[in-house]
């Protein structure tokens, strides 16, 4: 079965460091999206990309943060100087329709020290 | 904004129990509404959906009703087995535009003892 494949499972940082993190979609999917989970908090969007460019980005999603599919297959997603607050589960998603079911990835826990 | 809120948790169950997990909603317009799992170790999981009023998303024996009146799409089981324990979030996913993504409540671990 098909699956969204994220690398590493867990990263460890330190703080002001540029970290970046992989995302493997499935193959015939064309919209992509990066959630996060700050521990014991909600899941929460950050920003989703179509078409080769950002379709939308949540107010979280500031200018430390960017996307990027660099060879059509790979999604990432760079942390340009790392916070402590920035430590959390990163999750990767893909559909194949705007409207259709989002398959996730098991997520990259990211601990910046 | 939109919003989801879910009941606190942690819930624990013997097998064979009947399982709610309340869910409400805030939103504008006609959101799709959603129910993922997770299981330990692994992502997020779609477990059902329901996209208008009045459906009922159904799998693996859970069952959740849109509820327009109460802005509410609670899960059910009626019989809860060990391999359910889990984290169940609700979810919804706005309309318009190509404002799709998923806005998540926090999550309800599940223990579900034999």
């Known amino acids: 079965e098909p699956e969204v494949t994220q690398t590493p499972s867990h990263q460890v940082t330190q703080m002001g460091q540029e970290v970046i993190l992989r995302c493997v979609p499935i193959s015939n999917h064309l919209y992509f999206y990066w959630y996060r989970q700050i521990l014991g908090q909600k899941v929460e969007f950050l920003v989703s990309?179509?078409?080769?460019?950002?379709?939308?980005k949540s107010e979280i999603f500031d200018d430390q943060f960017s996307v990027e599919r660099p060879d059509g297959s790979n999604f990432t997603l760079k942390i340009r100087s790392t916070k402590l607050e920035d430590s959390a589960m990163y999750f990767c998603a893909s559909s194949v329709l705007e409207a259709g079911e989002a398959f996730f990835g098991q997520g990259t826990r990211l601990t910046v020290v | 904004g939109d919003s989801v809120t879910q009941m606190e948790g942690p819930v624990t169950l013997s097998e064979e129990a009947f399982l709610t997990i309340n869910c409400t909603y805030t939103?504008?317009?006609?959101?799709?509404l959603f129910w993922y799992v997770q299981y330990p170790g692994e992502g997020l999981q779609l477990l059902l959906k329901?996209?208008?009023?009045?459906d009922k998303g159904s799998n693996k024996g859970f069952e959740a009703t849109y509820r327009k009146e109460t802005t509410s799409f609670h899960l059910e089981k009626g019989s809860v087995q060990v391999s359910d324990s889990a984290v169940y979030f609700c979810?919804?996913?706005?309309?318009?535009?190509?404002?799709?993504?998923?806005?998540f409540g926090k999550g309800t671990l599940l223990t579900v003892n034999p």
């Open positions: 979810a919804l996913s706005g309309r318009g535009g190509s404002n799709y993504k998923l806005t």
């Open positions: 939103a504008t317009g006609y959101p799709s």
């Open positions: 990309f179509y078409n080769n460019e950002i379709s939308e």
């Open positions: 329901a996209t208008k009023a009045d």
